[in-house]
């Protein structure tokens, strides 16, 4: 019967009295199972529960050729590469032992050898086995602290489905692209999928193209030599080379000139560059996130944005909505803030009223994540009590109505009344189908957090004549 408390051996050999041998030394301090083949130790191994396996180099080749120790061994090393393999050898010879070498076993272990050869060679690699899933189990908490701490608050299901989707692409290299409002925490994402993938560890690099002069974006991206051009008075590494093995974080992508992107494009495909007056070619490990808040599918159609960079970046595509569309996480985001704000200024941090919060809520947050930050932070600043009421609020929030979820613009009114049975005097029938239509595209825009080839889709009409009504009826996305 299995001790569960206990490292279980795999012992290898089509000789019966070499297994029964070995297990006789082990048997004591592990489970031992034993295996004749190459079949039957991969089953083994595949079952579970094995934590070092020793097999015989020298069994009979199988069909491929292939001497079944290295078969084993090979085999093992698919199945799970962290199990030592302790490989058996009679032959001394140099060609045998780098074979074994190549092949990334634990150590051979030449014949003849003692019982106590065996029982210190099992005991290393049950414990070097012990510690590298400690290490593996350490490196998954580390993982999930990060991703508690990484800054993405909410919990509606639009951001529980970008934050499933950011968690899978996570372990992968492939390149994202996040978009969505200006304001709605695209940096914060990106850090996300950084601190929760494999390339933790290594540099998270993060450049705005659109607060670089248009001059300095390939100095800034590349890198440049000494004397490269005026002022270049040394060698300067470039993002791309700072964010080696890490990740490169490219915000307001669609602000590159049609030459950058030219030569983004490449780099994205081949991973390598040169510095700006440099020869030399520089090749790079690194995972390209970029954002924006335009689309840059109207951009490809209008000429102003490559396609194929396009189609490059858009491997994954994460849509963060925009904050009025998230009102669950609007007070989740307040209380996160506050106490943010609190720790920076070194105040205790106070309560949300209820009616500071239905303000709060009532809001439509054109600058989104980004602006209840700085109306949480001025909040706590201004505030001399214990609980946050609506006198520290600006003055546009304590315009709103305490009675209604979001006070209706003065340009939907007349729609508004008209469906609720209301017919104003100055109302026409013709400004109640505007008012109609412009409620219409708001809603559809609101709904599909503001893309207009979604709320195209969902109105039944063309791209451009969403955008032609956008722009007749004024309708603010």
């Known amino acids: 019967m299995t001790d569960k408390s206990r490292q279980t051996v795999l012992i290898v050999d089509d000789q019966a009295s070499i297994r029964r041998q070995l297990a006789s030394v082990l048997e004591d301090d592990y489970n031992v199972i034993q295996a004749s083949s190459r079949k039957d130790a991969l089953i083994a191994v595949g079952n579970g529960g094995v934590h070092v396996v020793i097999c015989d180099l020298h069994m009979p080749p199988n069909e491929d050729d292939i001497t079944e120790g290295l078969g084993v061994l090979e085999g093992v090393r698919k199945l799970d590469s962290r ?40 005991r290393n690699a049950a414990q070097s086995h012990q510690l590298h899933n400690e290490i593996q189990h350490l ?20 951001l529980k489905r970008i934050l499933d989707q950011a968690k899978s692409v996570a372990e992968t290299s492939a390149t994202v692209l996040i978009t969505g409002e200006s304001g709605t925490g695209k940096e914060v994402l990106a850090r996300h999928i950084h601190k929760i993938s494999p390339r933790a560890d290594e540099p998270f690099i993060a450049c705005n193209i659109a607060a670089l002069p248009e001059t300095l974006v ?43 992107q030219v030569k983004l494009l490449r780099v994205l495909q081949e991973r390598q560059f040169e510095r700006l007056g440099g020869k030399d070619l520089l090749t790079v490990d690194i995972r390209v996130i970029a954002a924006t808040n335009r689309n840059l599918e109207d951009m490809v159609e209008n000429g102003q944005f490559r396609a194929d960079l396009y189609y490059r970046l858009n491997i994954v595509n994460l849509e963060l909505p925009p904050l009025r569309g998230r009102q669950e996480d609007i007070p989740i985001l307040a209380s996160h803030f506050v106490k943010k704000a609190a720790e920076k200024h070194g105040k205790a941090a106070p309560i949300l ?29 201004i505030s001399t009590g214990k609980e946050l009421l609506v006198d520290s609020l600006p003055t546009k929030f304590k315009e709103l109505s305490a009675s209604t979820s979001e006070a209706p613009s003065d340009d939907s009114r007349s729609t508004l009344k008209l469906i609720n049975g209301e017919l104003p005097p100055e109302l026409s029938f013709e400004s109640a189908i505007t008012d109609y239509k412009r409620e219409l595209v708001r809603q559809a825009l609101r709904e599909c957090h503001n893309s207009r080839s979604e709320a195209a889709q969902r109105l039944k009409i063309s791209r451009q004549y969403l955008h032609k009504m956008i722009n007749e009826l004024k309708v603010e996305d």
Do not use: C
């Open 353 to 381: 009223s209820q009616e500071f919060e239905s303000r709060l809520s009532q809001y439509r947050w054109p600058g989104n994540i980004r602006e209840l930050e700085n109306v949480m932070e001025r909040a706590v600043v």
């Open 139 to 158: 490196q998954d908490e580390l993982r999930r602290l990060r991703e508690v701490e990484s800054g993405v608050v909410g919990s509606t299901p639009a």
């Open 218 to 260: 390939e100095s800034e991206l590349f890198g440049h030599e000494k004397g490269a051009f005026t002022g270049a008075n040394s060698r300067r590494q470039g993002r791309f080379e700072l964010a080696d093995k890490g990740t490169l974080f490219l915000d307001e992508i669609g602000e590159l000139t049609p030459a950058m």
């Open 83 to 122: 199990i030592p393999v302790i490989v058996v050898t009679g032959d001394d010879s140099r060609n045998a032992a780098m074979e074994v070498a190549k092949r990334s076993a634990y150590a051979p272990l030449p014949k003849p050898f003692t019982p106590v050869e065996i029982e210190i060679m099992v």
